[in-house]
């Protein structure tokens, strides 16, 4: 395969060093100690925490970063609010509605994650993704306007109930291009300066469901198993056909976007690491099942960098870093998985050809996560097809440590609830060490 690598060279051998950098397991991982510590992992945290460190806990942890509420409510046996487009919906809907409903719609679906995430025992648990901001207008019962008052931009999205999917079909980058690129980017340069002049911004709601996930269920809690608690900082250029042409006749409005999320990036890693937070979440979808969508050169030129100034922040603070994206991405292999300094990679796109045994040989360093596949298996398999699935990746992804298993992206609405819970079965049988 064409970037993968020098033939004969262990991609992940520059890297040697690095997991030094990460925050050590708890206590005891001593000569004398380690041997109870991979037979006797005393928590989810300290699963995770071993398998950053490559090194074999009692069995493979276990993370979904995102789970429908069809398939919550029919492991819990009741209506639940965990994920997918209708939930996404009904948060703009509940944020439309006032703070008051929008207070009772967040309280419940926190409880209801965190009693999902008990039912399967989740090793890592992150914050259920929910429409951003309040709605300004309602145009028709499935679809919200939202507008950004400071630049003026705008977009609609839209619930599709069949396929579950919240998703945006009109924007004013759609309709103008580089003009809203323009506000948008100065808007954002001025609210940066405004932070920067000494303005205090307000508690946020992120602040508050960051606060829930360590403090009922991660490293700040009392709970007998503590989970590892992963939070998400990214860094990417939108994929709307405005952006990728800004990219090539504006590369200075782009840099000066980027800067933007980078200095802001950096900013929100050092609080997650004050707050607890175990993993650092990234990555953007930045591929295809034939490629990345820009190349080689622009993700150097653009991402990388900058991508390597956040993976340095993380692990100044001894934290991970991993990056997510669906894709073939091969082509930029040894820029993505080698010189930007991450440390793990998420959403490996099977059908598109990226094979866990391939990534682990060419990449000893990175920790991976996935191994069965959403599009596939998931939805459209028997149930002994998927545990044969899930061998495969145990097999492939598990030897050494540095793997987590999970499904290719997320358990949406379309995946079969038996298929979903005999992945999760395979793994208490196949997943031990």
Not at 40 to 65: K, M
Request: charged share 25%; proline share 6%.
């Amino acid at each position: 395969m064409a970037g993968t690598g020098r033939p004969g060279h262990a991609e992940g051998e520059e890297h040697t060093g690095l997991t030094d950098r990460l925050r050590p397991p708890p206590s005891g991982l001593t000569p004398q100690g380690r041997a109870r510590h991979l037979t006797g992992t005393r928590s989810s945290r300290e699963r995770i925490r071993l398998t950053f460190h490559h090194r074999e806990p009692d069995r493979v942890p276990f993370f979904e970063q995102g789970i429908a509420s069809r398939l919550a409510s029919d492991i819990l046996g009741r209506p639940a609010l965990t994920g997918g487009g209708t939930f996404r919906f009904q948060a703009a809907l509940a944020a439309y509605r006032g703070p008051d409903e929008w207070a009772e719609f967040q309280e419940r679906y926190l409880q209801d994650y965190a009693d999902l995430v008990g039912a399967l025992d989740l090793d890592m648990v992150s914050a259920p993704w929910v429409a951003g901001g309040r709605p300004r207008r309602r145009p028709d019962e499935r679809s919200f306007y939202f507008e950004d008052h400071a630049s003026g931009t705008w977009s609609v999205y839209r619930l599709d109930e069949a396929t579950d999917t919240f998703q945006q079909v009109d924007s004013a980058f759609r309709r103008e291009g580089l003009a809203a690129i323009e506000r948008h980017v100065h808007a954002l340069a001025a609210e940066r300066a405004q932070k920067a002049g000494g303005t205090v911004a307000p508690a946020s709601e992120e602040d508050g469901v960051l606060a829930f996930l360590v403090g009922k269920l991660g490293g700040g809690s009392d709970a007998a198993n503590p989970r590892a608690v992963a939070a998400g900082v990214g860094l990417s250029i939108p994929l709307d056909e405005p952006w990728l042409e800004a990219s090539l006749l504006r590369p200075d409005l782009i840099d000066q976007y980027l800067d933007l999320q980078l200095e802001a990036g950096l900013a929100e890693i050092d609080r997650l690491a004050g707050a607890s937070v175990d993993v650092i979440w990234g990555g953007y979808d930045l591929a295809a099942n034939k490629g990345p969508v820009y190349s080689p050169a622009s993700f150097s030129r653009f991402i990388l960098p900058r991508l390597r100034q956040l993976t340095d922040r993380c692990h100044r603070h001894g934290l991970p870093y991993v990056f997510r994206s669906d894709g073939w991405l091969w082509p930029i292999a040894r820029e993505l998985f080698v010189d930007s300094g991450v440390d793990g990679y998420g959403e490996i796109d099977l059908q598109a050809g990226m094979n866990i045994a391939a990534l682990k040989d060419r990449f000893p360093h990175l920790t991976l996560w996935g191994g069965v596949d959403c599009a596939g298996a998931l939805v459209s398999g028997t149930p002994a097809e998927v545990a044969q699935e899930t061998r495969s990746a145990l097999a492939a992804g598990a030897p050494g440590g540095g793997f987590i298993l999970g499904s290719s992206n997320v358990i949406h609405a379309q995946v079969k609830t038996e298929n979903f819970l005999e992945m999760v079965r395979t793994l208490q049988q196949y997943g031990t060490y």
